[in-house]
Every structure is written in structure tokens, then in C-alpha cells.
């Protein structure tokens, strides 16, 4: 059986590990890569990724001399978080007549919030009869594929409340400043105010997958950001947090049909929750006919997961029927560890 | 839009169980009854089912007045766990070409024990341009499915151990009997060996699902079932189990490729296990990158979420391509609660 043939466009943190771990991986053959950074650009993949070899890849800032869909069968998109920033390169992917998954979170429901350019999306996707896929841990796996497939065994479901507790710890001063980690209470405010502090993003696709999985009916969405304020001292290489300090963001989006609460998502993002006896965790809880409570202690890693569930969705998405598709359109994510992943589709 | 016309083959606990739960879905039509029982056939669907008014449909023993593809979008079969019992219906509903959906455990993989079977499946249900699926609690779910959807984002999987802790106390003589709750060790043992006490049908299924799905090479299953033996006094309306008499049976399933065990699946199933401190409960432990461990507490309700699920998946298996289908081939199960459950198939 022939290799799926795979593209990666952006070698960021996320794009360079699922290129690492596209090299682990028998049924996927990385036949070229897109990156614009000026250091990347003519070199070899290989010394890019320091794996210790040539890899005969020379990575590009020229898409247009490598989407050719007689040589690639699947493009996965590690670009941005933002649906209208990358619209260009998914209609210049779709348009070449090649299968796409994407990790941009608003991908991974785009009829939440651009109902009109998902319609162009799947439009385009069929009339080249190929597929596309937004995917990531969350949204795409934890607050969403999760929570429904949980669901699978109900007669009814009421309402729905599901949290994700990690730990920014690891991250660098981006997603310090992103979560307003060692920011003071009024800063945190601001930062919400002006757009720089962000929080997660994703509610809206969560709660539109699950809402629309179910048939849930919800009409509206708020969020809200709070500041955690950190009882204690908490410190990473990149940030300090004294106490009365920001040590991250609560961030809580709930769906509403009509006046009634009908799913509640809940991500505290912060460093070091274990300083305050915060466990880190994945916790799902469906309230219906039956109930059911889960737990995932400690949370599903989240970059490594990402990485994993994009690569992981390929072969999905190449058997998949034309359009544009969700999570919860495809079958079951499931790790590739040989043959039989790659080959029960056919 | 109009509903999904439903033909509710066998009335047992299970089947009369799932025609009451569509008689709540808006988006489903019990539109034929098929059952043998002297004392139903003649009778109209709401009297057997007692819910106080006529529903307008007269359970017939006669299969082939009702199979009929003008007529009916989909047959439920509730009638038998086993596969070669089940084939005779299988093969009617789908060469009258209707879409079909079976609860018996054998058929949530039938490549598993019967690949002759199961490629005749696939082979007469893809010839009627209809799709046929096996689902339910366990095999369908809880030791499969879901194990399959946590790996979704892993890098790698070495090992998987799965265990489903339920308590038998609900349950009628029938039940006690198979699992051998109230005998002997001794008469335990000799039930085993003349297969009278048969402990759990599926791991077979669940063990060459996860395989198939993650690609995990299984190329031998070995089962052990073994007597749960009471420290203390246990009784249900049924039986009693005295102190050093047996609870239930501890059955567990192994899938190895080579001399490597890489599937564990754990299904110990007995009366009132809180008297001996165990928590009922569903746990998955994914070994490889990451880690995973959760856990559902107590466990998703057996019979409640067989009735669901199989409900549940009627508007995939409508909309499915066709051919024979398991649980990791479509995409999620997911409640039905309104409009877009339905419709977003379309």
C-alpha cells in the first residue's frame, strides 16, 4: 500500500511536531512543506527538524510550486487560530484539488461564526471532490468530540457541563501574555477590554458542535474572562506571580436556547493550579437520562494531542466523502500505529 | 422533514425498550412491529407496550408483509447475541434493501469471530445500496469506541487496559444464571466448561475493533473467566449469595501481538460489589504518549445506553455509504434531542 502524500504548511511549534511525527509514521510520506521564515526557506527538512539527516525535502515559500495534486494528497494547515486570516491558503488548497485538515481553532466549526465562509468552504471542497477538516485538542477533541460521543447511550440530555483545568507552566511569554499570566487584576481587565488577553479559543465551535450534534437548539453564547488571582507565590522561567496577582484566565462559555442553560464549557487556564490544590483535568458531566460523569486526570496533553489528532485524522479525511467536515461528521480519531489504520478504509 | 420510518424487529426488554424511547423522538416513526410471541402478534404496539393509547401499529410474526423498502427506512434487530442465529434475518432486511441496525453482540464486529459472514454482510448490503451496523453498550461503546476516541491525539500506544465494574443486582434469573451468580465455585467452574455460564459476549469484538482501528496487529485473544468469590452475605430478589459462594464472574479479554499482551479489557460482573468496596465504574488506561486515565463513575448504564445508542445511530446508518459498518466506521454517536440530529446528515 502507497504512503498518503502529505504537504505541511507552517512549521511553527505544532506544524514542525506533527512533521516530526509524520517521520514516525509508515503510512504518511511528507512530500513537501511550506514555511515563509527566512532562515527555513531553501533548506532541507531535515536540519530544520535536526533529525540528523537530509530528508530530501526543501522547504518552500512558493505554494504555488507545490500544490500540485498529482504529487500530494493532503495538506494540513498549521497557520493561525483565525478563520479570515486563513482563507486564502484554503481556498488556494481546496482550489488545487487537495484533501486539507487545519488546526486554526475557528476551523474546527466554521459555521459558529462564519456560516458564509463555511458555505464557500464546502461548496468549493465538493466541486473539487475533496475534503477539509478543522481539528485540535479544544476545540476539536476535549469539549466537544468527547462530550458528544458520551452522549451516545442517552435517551435524553438536559444539559451539559464540561471543564478542561491545565497548566500553562511550559508555555513562553506568548501565551503568558495571551492569558494575562503576571498581570495585576485591573491590567487583566484592560487586557480583556482591548482584545490583547484572549483567553481560549474555541467556545463558540464547542458549543456549536455539540449544540448541533445533538440538536440542542442553542441560540446564544456568552463568555465571560475572569482573572485567577493567585493566593501564592507561583513562578516559571518566563513569568513570576506574587500573590493578588493574575497566575491566568478563567475563561467560561455557555449556550443558551432561549432563557435556559443548556452547555457550560469551562477552561481555567493557569500556571502551577496544583499550588492552590487544583487538580489539572479533563471533567465532562452530562445531566439527562442516564448522567454520567467523567474524569481524565491529568488533562489530555494539550499540544501534544493536537499534534497527534491532526495527523492522526488524515487517512479520515482522505476516505472521507467531498465537503466540509467536523469532528463529529468523521469516524472516531484513533492513534496510527500501523497497517490495518491506514488500510480499513478501503 | 419527514421522519426516519423505523421497523422495531423483536420486543424483549431491550426491544421494547428502544420502540418506547423513539415513541419520545420527533425525528423517528415506529412504523412496523415484528415479534413471534403468541400473546402479542394481532395486538396493537401501545397495548404491549402499555402506554394507554393506540398507536396504530399491529405487531405482526410475519417478516415478510412488513419488510418492505416503500415503506421502512431501517430495521432495529433485537433478537439474539449471536451472529449465525441472526444471519436468516440479516440477510431478509437487507435484500429487501433496508438499512439495518442489530443489538447483538456478535455483530458489533463481525470480522472478529465470522469474517466470511461479515464480508457477506458487507457484499449483500453494499448490492441493496443499504448499511447495516452492530452497536450497543459493550461490545459498540464503552470497552471500544471509546477507548478508540481517547487515543484520538496520541502519539504513540503500547498498551491499553479498559475495565467495566457493573453491579448485576437489576437483573432477573436469566442473568444470574449466565453468569453464574449463586452457585458454587465448584458449579461455576463445571458452567464454564459446558459453557452454560458464558460471563460477557463481545471482547472478541471489542479486542478487533481497537486493533483494526489503531492498527495494533492483535493475532491471538485469550479469555479467562473466573468466579467472583463473596466475603460477605449478598442478595437480590433473585438469589442469595452466601459468604465463600460465588457473586458473579470475572471475565477478562487479552489481545496479543506476538508474545506482547497490548489489549487488556476487564469486565467483572456480579451483585451489589459496593458490599466489597468496589466503585461500579468504567476505566480506561492508554500506555504510550501521553498517558491517559480516566474513568466514568458509576458506569454508563448497561441497559439504558444499549437501548440509546441503538436509537441513537439510526439517522448515520440512513445516511451512511453503504456496506457493513462498526462503531469506529461511523462518526460519533451522539443523543438525539432535536431538528439538527437528524438534519445534519443531509
Known sequence: MEPIRVLQWGLGAMGSGMARLMLEKSGLKIEAVIDGRPDYVGKDLGDVLGVGKSLGVTITNRPEDVLK???????????????????????KVLSAGINCISIAEEM???????????????????????????TGVNPGFVLDLLVVTLTGGNHSVERIEASRVNDLSPYGPTVMKSQGVGTTPEAFRAGVADGSIVGHVGFPESIHMISDALGLGVDRIEQSRE?????????TPHVTVEPGMVAGCAHIGVGYRGDKEVIRLIHPQQIHPQLENQDTGDYIHIYGKPEIHMAVKPEIAGGIATMGIAVNMIPHVVAATPGLKRMIDLPAPAALMGESAYSRHI
Open 227 to 235: 482573572p485567577i488571582i493567585s493566593k501564592v507565590h507561583r513562578e
Open 69 to 91: 495534486k498529482e504529487k500530494v494528497d493532503l495538506v494540513i494547515l498549521a497557520t493561525t487560530s483565525w478563520l479570515s486570516e486563513q482563507m486564502p491558503d484554503l481556498r
Open 108 to 134: 474546527a466549526d466554521p459555521y459558529a461564526q462564519s456560516p458564509e465562509l463555511a458555505r464557500e468552504l464546502d461548496e468549493l471542497a465538493k466541486k473539487h471532490g475533496v475534503s477539509v477538516l478543522g
